[in-house]
């Protein structure tokens, strides 16, 4: 049986010591960036453990960040062995995160749709009414010749 909460609780733990390991300098690789750890996903058996990551800088250092991650798996997972009290240490992966572009890219709809809605309504402002401005019929009022 799956037990998720248990999983996220390891979820988090390894993302803290996989952070703290990466702050104290484990990897010493040139090639690793400025790397943040998102988030960890574990599956329901506890056996795998999807790391979520971004680096600040240029397409190039997110390419020799995750070559150096990549490279020392091996290593991080063994910070990761000693960190943990469970008896089987999960197998890791380092998924670059796509949350930095994904804002972006909302940022730029929120944008446009914000251009839009000006557009609108400047030409609002303008617009003129087709018939009278109140086309509903009124009652008559009373004239003094009924």
């Known amino acids: 049986m799956v037990d998720h909460a248990r999983a996220r609780k390891l979820g988090e733990l390894i993302k803290v010591i996989v952070a703290e390991a990466l702050e104290r300098g484990v990897i010493k690789d040139t090639r690793l960036g400025f790397v943040t750890i998102t988030d960890v996903k574990m599956t329901g058996d506890l056996q795998s453990a999807s790391i ?3 680096v600040y800088g240029s397409d190039e250092e997110r390419e020799e960040t995750a070559a150096a991650l990549k490279a020392n798996t091996g290593r991080i997972r063994g910070e ?3 960190g943990l009290t469970v008896r089987l240490v999960p197998t890791i992966e380092f998924i670059l995160d ?3 572009e994904n804002a ?3 940022d730029d709809l929120l944008a446009k749709a914000r251009a839009q809605d000006q557009e609108v309504d400047a030409l609002a402002k303008k617009a003129k009414y ?3 401005e109140d086309p509903y019929v009124k009652p008559r009022e009373a004239s003094d010749e009924d």
């Open 98 to 100: 796509a949350l930095p």
């Open 52 to 54: 979520f990551y971004t």
């Open 80 to 82: 990761v062995g000693r």
């Open 130 to 132: 087709a018939g009278d």
């Open 104 to 106: 972006k890219s909302i």
